[in-house]
C-alpha cells in the first residue's frame, strides 16, 4: 500500500487521538517515556552530548525520561582521534561516567563512520607506505579494539558500521581506509574486530534507509549487504534505522512525500528473516514541508511518528527505541536542515523549554499499545 501525507494522517489519528492533549504526566515518576516502554521489553533513550551536555536541565530530562543514552559526537573518530598515534577519550569519558552515574544505559556510536565526508582529515593525509591495505587495516583495528575493549564493560550496543551505502547508487561508499582492501572487507574487520573487543555486545550496521516508495534502491543495497555479512559469518546482529523522518535521508531534505507500507514491511521482513534484530536508533522529524502554526504541525509530527512506530514495533525484534534528541533546542536539524519560512523546527518530542509536545504522547501511546517482548534488550 502506498501513502502519502493524508492517508498517513487518516492511519495515525485513531491511535493518537487518545493521547493527544493528555498529559502523561510530570517528566518524572512512572509515567517517564523510559519506564512506559520498560513495562513492554523496550528499552527508550536518546542522544545527548556535543552542545547540550552541559546544561544541567537538559541532562535532568534525559536522566528522567531515558533509560539509555548515546553519545552524540563524542564517540566518533572525528572527536576520539586528534592524529593518527593519540586518542582522547575525555569527552566520552564524561558522558558514560554521567550516564553510568544516572544508572542509564550506554549506546556507542559509531566504531566506523563509512562516509569520507564525516572522517578526521589526517586520514586523508596520512602516510599509509607501501602497503596501504595492511596499514588501512591496521588503523582499522586498532581504533575498534581500542574504542570497543575500553567501553565493553559500560556499552552493551555498539553502532559498529554507520552508512556504508551510497543511497542514490546502492554501491558501498569508498574511503581512504577501503580502497587499499574493499569496501566490504573493511566493514566485515570492523565487525570480526568489535566482536573480539566486546564479545557480549550487540554488533549494529546503522543506516537512514526509509519507508518512502522512492527510497526503494537504498533498502535493497542494504539488504544485499547485510546477506553477504551473514553468509561470510560476520558478527552482525541487528540493524539499525536511523528514523529521521521526513526526508528522503539526512542529507538531502525533500519533505514527506509518498510512503510505501508494503515494500517497508517486506524489507523489516526481509532484515528479520535473517535473524536481525531491528533498532530505532535516531528518531526525529523534518518538519519543513508541515504548517507553520504550530498546532497544526505538532499535530501532523506527532501523527507521524505515531502511524511510524506502530509500524516498527509490531516486530518483536525491536526493542530499542532512540531519539535524536529530546528537545527542540538543541535538535541539529535547527542549523543544519532550516525551515524556508524562518520558524524554528519541532522536530523532537519536548519543546524548546523542555515542555512536552504532542509528539511526546504519541510515542507513550505506541509504547502502551505495544505487544509486550518476550525477551529485553541486551
Known sequence: MTMNRRNLLAAGAA????????????????????????????RFGSTIGHTNFADPAYRRLNAAQCGLIVPETEMKWIALRPDARRFDFRAADAIVAWARQERLGIRG??????????????????????????????????????VARRY?????????????????????RETVLSKPV???????????????????????????????????????AVLRLLDRLKTRGTPVTALGIQSHLGSKYSEAPTGLGALDEKAWRQFLDAVTGMGLDLLVTELDVHDNPLPGA?????????????????????????????CWGLSDRYSWLQPLRPR????????????????PKPMRDAIAGAFAGAVPRSRTPV
Request: hydrophobic share 40%; with cysteine.
Open 15 to 42: 491511535t493518537l487521538a487518545c493521547s493527544l492533549g493528555q498529559s502523561l504526566g510530570a517528566a518524572t515518576g512512572p509515567n517517564s517515556l523510559a519506564r512506559l516502554a520498560s513495562a513492554k521489553g523496550i
Open 109 to 146: 556510536h559509531t566504531l566506523l563512520w563509512h562516509f569520507e565526508r564525516w572522517m578526521p582529515e589526517w586520514t586523508r593525509t596520512h602516510d599509509y607506505g607501501v602497503k596501504p591495505g595492511t596499514e588501512a587495516a591496521r588503523l582499522l583495528d586498532e581504533h575498534v579494539d581500542t
Open 152 to 172: 565493553a564493560g559500560r556499552v552493551d550496543s555498539f553502532d559498529v558500521v554507520n552508512e556504508g551505502i551510497d543511497p542514490d547508487t546502492g554501491l558501498l
Open 182 to 220: 574493499g569496501a566490504e572487507n573493511l566493514i566485515d574487520m570492523a565487525f570480526r574486530s568489535a566482536r573480539r573487543a566486546a564479545p557480549h555486545a550487540e554488533l549494529v550496521y546503522n543506516d537512514f534507509m526509509s519507508w518512502r516508495s522512492d527510497d526503494a534502491r537504498h533498502r535493497d
Open 294 to 322: 504550530i498546532g497544526p504541525r505538532d499535530h501532523e509530527v506527532a501523527a507521524h511518528t505515531r502511524a511510524y512506530l506502530d509500524l516498527m514495533l509490531s516486530y518483536p525484534q525491536c526493542r530499542t527505541v532512540m
Open 340 to 355: 524556508p519560512d524562518g520558524l524554528p523546527k519541532r522536530p523532537l518530542p519536548y519543546g524548546d523549554a523542555f515542555a
